[in-house]
T-cell receptor
Framework: KAGVTQTPRYLIKTRGQQVTLSCSPI?????VSWYQQTPGQGLQFLFE???????NKGNFPGRFSGRQFSNSRSEMNVSTLELGDSALYLC???????????FGPGTRLTVT | QKEVEQNSGPLSVPEGAIASLNCTYS??????FFWYRQYSGKSPELIMS????GDKEDGRFTAQLNKASQYVSLLIRDSQPSDSATYLC??????????FGKGTSLLVTP
């Protein structure tokens, strides 16, 4: 079974721009969560979607948003990029009724 | 912000020894506990999940949970150089929002 896939793998953007990251979960997984990983803050929860609905949201500004499609694929968007948004963005998927999350390879975002 | 605390290490153990990784958490309502392994430049990989007090074994790995002490640990028996990585403890109060510790760096020396 194929794992979680994320595109693009690497991205360089300029401060003030916006960016959209994509995630395809493991087949059959309907819950998709997003995390930000930085050396200073570690792994931090952004939000979680199930059946196209956001069920949980972390403590991030409104510039961070996401959505989920009917095929469970998910996107996250960051608007008005700041230098501090440079991070590894990780997507994880889960089966319904289990909280075990399986991570994709991540998207490395660099904001200059 | 509820805390998940781990010793950053590095924890150095000789090949073949038992590595013991520890994690404490502050939210008594925590229900689900996970250990992830992350190699440098890679994404986290799920090793173990544990939901009730006691021990859970899977191959060379044993997870231990003590909710009264708010403590979860991971033992790695017969440690191998390939086990050298950062080990992340993750805790969930409810649902899928995981709260991660900063991780413990493990170095297994030949």
């Amino acid at each position: 079974k194929a794992g979680v896939t994320q595109t693009p793998r690497y991205l360089i953007k300029t401060r003030g721009q916006q960016v959209t990251l994509s995630c395809s979960p493991i087949s059959g997984h309907r819950s998709v969560s997003w995390y930000q990983q930085t050396p200073g803050q570690g792994l931090q929860f952004l939000f979680e979607y199930f059946s196209e609905t956001q069920r949980n949201k972390g403590n991030f500004p409104g510039r961070f948003s996401g959505r989920q499609f009917s095929n469970s694929r998910s996107e996250m968007n960051v608007s008005t990029l700041e230098l501090g948004d440079s991070a590894l963005y990780l997507c994880a998927s889960s089966l319904q009724d289990t909280y075990e999350q399986y991570f994709g390879p991540g998207t490395r975002l660099t904001v200059t | 912000q509820k805390e998940v605390e781990q010793n950053s290490g590095p924890l150095s153990v000789p090949e073949g020894a038992i590595a013991s990784l520890n994690c404490t958490y502050s939210d008594r309502g925590s229900q689900s506990f996970f250990w992830y392994r992350q190699y440098s430049g890679k994404s986290p990989e799920l090793i173990m999940s544990i939901y009730s007090n006691g021990d859970k074994e899977d191959g060379r790995f044993t997870a231990q949970l003590n909710k009264a002490s708010q403590y979860v640990s991971l033992l790695i028996r017969d440690s191998q150089p390939s086990d050298s990585a950062t080990y992340l403890c993750a805790v969930s109060v409810s649902g899928y929002a995981l709260n991660f510790g900063k991780g413990t760096s493990l170095l297994v020396t030949p």
